[in-house]
């Protein structure tokens, strides 16, 4: 058990730019969740995946956000067209369909718009 | 919907003193409650979690946590404050179906040599 990694750590981008983050969740896990967390504040919900099936979006999510999970391994996070309020930690959790609701989160991959 | 209410947003304390990290949750279903904790410029590590089991839960590093369905609590003590507790702390509920989780804004710890 490796835990879940997200990659990159850092991304610094100009607004306007597209960017894409990875996360690859702990290999026995159907579940994988995307939450955003600004500055002083709990991380909030985005999307989340059981397999490969998307099942839920936020309203949070707008039109700019796209997440996938192909084949139901790692997940990706994309947002176009960023603007400075996208600046924010991403993190990815991921949980047994078996398990009572428990998350393991990665590390984050920390987001500035400039 | 599920909710969290976190008391305080910063707690300060000595160490060897109690920690207490107040958690009040708003539920219509029996929720499944967590406290995770977060080191600076790091991702959420889970401290323990309430599943309808019993209502004393015992987590990592010396914490543990109340789940009182009266008071709609879930708070989170440990006997004697370390250095190391110094973090943020989040509560969290889940729904029994999605999993997916709403959190606390978090409260701060702040350990006094």
């Known amino acids: 058990d490796t835990g879940v990694s997200q990659n990159p750590r850092h991304k610094i981008t100009k607004r306007g730019q597209n960017v894409t983050f990875r996360c690859d969740p702990i290999?026995?896990?159907?579940?994988l969740y995307w939450y955003r967390q600004t500055l002083g504040q709990g991380p909030e919900f985005l999307t989340y995946?059981?397999?490969?099936?998307?099942?839920?979006k936020s309203r949070l999510l707008s039109d700019r956000f796209s997440a996938e999970r192909p084949k139901g391994s790692f997940s990706t996070l994309e947002i176009q067209r960023t603007e400075q309020g996208d600046s924010a930690m991403y993190l990815c959790?991921?949980?047994?369909?078996?398990?009572?609701?428990?998350?393991?989160f990665g590390p984050g991959t920390r987001l500035t718009v400039t | 919907a599920q909710s969290v209410t976190q008391l305080g947003s910063h707690v300060s304390v000595s160490e060897g003193a109690l920690v207490l990290l107040r958690c009040n949750y708003s539920?219509?279903?029996?929720?499944?409650l967590f406290w995770y904790v977060q080191y600076p410029n790091q991702g959420l590590q889970l401290l323990l979690k309430?599943?309808?089991?019993?209502?004393l839960v015992k987590g990592i590093n010396g914490f543990e946590a109340e789940f009182k369905k009266s008071e709609t609590s879930f708070h989170l003590t440990k006997p004697s404050a370390h250095m190391s507790d110094a973090a943020e702390y989040f509560c969290?509920?889940?729904?029994?179906?999605?999993?997916?989780?709403?959190f606390g804004a978090g409260t701060t710890v702040t350990v006094r040599a």
């Open positions: 959790a991921s949980g047994p369909s078996q398990g009572r609701g428990e998350q393991y």
């Open positions: 290999s026995e896990h159907n579940r």
């Open positions: 995946f059981q397999n490969e099936a998307q099942l839920e």
């Open positions: 539920s219509s279903v029996p929720p499944y």
């Open positions: 309430y599943t309808s089991a019993a209502t």
């Open positions: 969290a509920v889940s729904g029994s179906n999605d999993y997916k989780l709403s």
